[in-house]
């Protein structure tokens, strides 16, 4: 079996072999294909990042390989934002491009994984979500997500490149929520079916002037939505969670590599090398700190995830930036980018609660569903229901 010949004119792709790796027929994945963001290890295939910046080796993933028994083939290695610290897609490699604007961003940093699901490449992809980089890519490329429970034995972050090991998850990326159950279902051994919304509360966190006109209105009527299916929208308020997530993150990433960081000019591209010296220049108390704010942050949600049953959230503040676009215009004025889309996202992979990404009306720009830890069945039996 060869690999289909298809074009890649926005850089998705970091390795394509002659032929697949094809998974066991007769399993429960058989038929499906996926692709690999380039920080899980697979047997015989390089990985680089997407960096020119020697990195470790993380051996072979777990992940992967119990994919290739399920029955799923993978068809090769995707790109990703420099090694995976950003949100646009950004890297040593040029850089991945939107799959039908070329002159905007992706979203990172599972920017190849988003692309080619996108696309059609491949049935699903694998990708990893520290602060986002599951959600952001799909909301920015009108596809789903979903980024498990932290630590969730079906979605195994052994042999991927770590970021951050507190922050880091695994997780797929598809063109529909009914895939990733297959994955998820096949991955679990539990068959997952569709929740009614009757009753089911929802904690509404839509920050004033954290977003543009366009996602307030596309959030605001999601919720709508879910009210007509019997839910019960309700306001919910939870802290910008950054001062605890950029010190845990940069100075764990700084350490992944440190032997690289070691010479003066290891390869990385300006901004990572820069993000990765602040990591450096961090203290030990400084750190600390930093996680003695992610336990308030984190009884914070579980208080707020017991009055709630789910929380409805932007994934994105805008729909996709151009290139090189480092501001955005919300509703409270112009904004960093980075910061902007942070500070929707990092708040769940920081504190490791399961979170779905979903399309909304507005055409690249989506939600998150945000589920109690654990609940993972149950928010993906709530997401499968909004698309039947």
Known sequence: MTLPDFPDPQRAWAYRPTSPLSGDSGEPLAGLSFSVKDLYGVAGWPLRASTHAPVPDPGESVLVRRLLDLGASAVGKTHLHEIALGITGMNGFGGTTHPFDPERVPGGSSSGAAVSVALGQVDFALGTDTGGSIRVPAAWCGVAGYKATKDHPAWSTEGVLPLSWTCDHAGPLARDVGTIVRVHEALTGREIAPQDWAGVRVGVWLPEGWVDDAVWGAVREFASGLERLGATPEEADFPEVLDAYSPIVLSEAARVHSKALEQDDPGFTPFTLGLLRQGQALTEVEVEAAHERRAVYRAQL????????????????????????????????????????LRLTAPFSLLGAPTASLPSRVPFAGVQLVGRHGEDDRLLGLALTLEG
């Open 302 to 341: 579980d208080a707020l995830l017991t009055r709630c049953d789910v929380l409805l959230a932007p994934a994105v503040p805008t729909s996709p930036p151009l290139i090189g676009q480092d501001d955005v215009d919300l509703r409270e004025g112009r904004a960093p980018l980075r910061r902007a889309v």
